[in-house]
């Protein structure tokens, strides 16, 4: 399908986001770091290999049940580098502001941020300020930006996943997503659902000290866990099988999907990440998971099956076999 | 003056935006890298000196005579780092689009940025993009972040300016600016002045690479060199003087300030900046200025004169001396 103008759902982290990154964006920007479509880019300096990302909050609402556009900006980006092997240090912290924001938010914001960076662990080393008119932008968008040190001793990416790698994932998924849906003024849901924006640095430190045999890690952010899966599946070349039933959720996450009709698999989380490792250390790095506070209710939801077409399978609770589907149209827009 | 919520002055460079940087966010981010204020950080990882910086464009109109919002946000970024003393190298590109731009604008943009990062020779390695609802941001707005290599043999810094330092511009200020103002549709004086937006990292190596008693360089963006000057005047803790006449700038540019009553010496450049050095170096920094394309009208404007106050002293072209102050209010919004 061809478009003369950009969509919402351009945005969303569905099949349009897909291809306006990959049929329209990639074609001026064609390099070996862009190619590989990771969460950062690995750089190589003399002697370090530093990774770096950025990604732009646009949330709506600023504030909701388990954080805010502060933090969720901190630890987007945190995860972002974590996910990579690399060890969070420096963030960069960008806002456009509405004219008319109160001084009030503005503060709750910035002492968000400092919370977040000081759990993660990482210095706010440089930043900008632009202030629009009102009406040209919602409250406040803050991009951030990232630089962390490779510090894996293993090679981590979507093509060092093999066959028979197990897939875990750290937790409850959905809760986000859930929660900012819940929250938005057009619903007002009155539930009792908190994001689970969080940092995983430090978790992810601790699995990486334990074993060798991570292949590739992803925070499942926009899209959910479903579009992560198809991404990687795709890029691996390999066919994965999920498990419906050990896919850990919340009753109250999963009813709320149900009364709004959405599939929780595409929901985001800002917490959550997916594991791809050596079978052999499945029940280790699992273990290691649940002694975290970010990490207590994680599961091993499947397995990378065979070579493939790039194929994720999905068993319902019912026994029988799903393909999953990358999203079209229109997910939840501005949920990060 | 309190405030309770956030004026488009808080973001437009001048006291205000001081105001908002030293007593809002340094209240809650407070270390020694953000705390120098400086263009960009610079972090030490094992061997390298890094340099990391980040800006947000908001610019109004996003095409403007002698550029667009992609180019500018190539140049802002990459100028950042170059006058900090570092060899651009990476840098992370964030779109925050509104539902409903044509994907002929964005493709230009995208052009033109992709011509900017090749003259600048800088690699765009990772990236993000949002889209939010029409009427929730104003196009397009773009994060850039950049990294570079901190290369010069000396030191930099506002406290490294020395008394009887030598200050000078690359050529004519406030065109950018001027630009702007002209094509903003409330405007539309009909001018032929192009924004000076351009990369400076190739001329600024040459500069390095003749002469080690550079001892600050600052982009004169939002503010004009006037605000710059302040700036440094009151970190180093020097007074400085300056000739009104031997500040180069266009004939029609400032017509058109005077038109609508600004002083060009606040008024934004994209592809000017201010350099100090030891005199004994001054001739020989500006004639290898004038050799490049970037720098041929540039022009010796001023003194350290010495300690003080931090002092901006105007010799005007009548003879007389006034000091420079930092504009309050509005100064230009969205001008970059």
New interface residues.
Partial sequence: MN??????????GGLL?NN??KD??L???N?K??NELND??L?E????K?C???????I?PIFFPGGDIGSLSIHGTVNDLAVSGAKP??I??????E??????E??RI??S??KA?EEANV???????????K????KI?I?T?G?G?YNYKGNIGADKIMKGDAIIVNGNIAEHGAAILCKREELNVDSDINSDSAPLNNLIERLKNISNNIHCMRDATRGGIGVVLLELAKISGKDFIINERDIPIRANVKAVCEILGLDPLYIANEGKFLLFCDKCDADKILNEMKKDKYGKNAAIIGFVEKEGKGEVNLRTELGSIRIVDMPAGELV??IC
Avoid: M, Q
């Avoid at 960069?92 to 502001?97: G, H, L, N």
């Fill in positions: 478009f003369d103008r950009i969509l919402l759902s351009h945005g969303s986001t306006l990154i329209v964006i074609k001026y920007f390099n770091w862009l950062s880019a750089i300096t003399n002697s370090n530093i770096f990302t950025t990604d732009s909050y646009v709506n240090l420096y960069s912290v960008s806002f456009i502001i004219e008319g924001l109160l001084f009030e503005f503060e910035l002492s941020i400092k960076a210095k706010i080393v440089t930043g900008d300020t632009k202030v629009v008119h009406g040209t932008c919602d968008f991009n930006a630089i040190i827009p501005r």
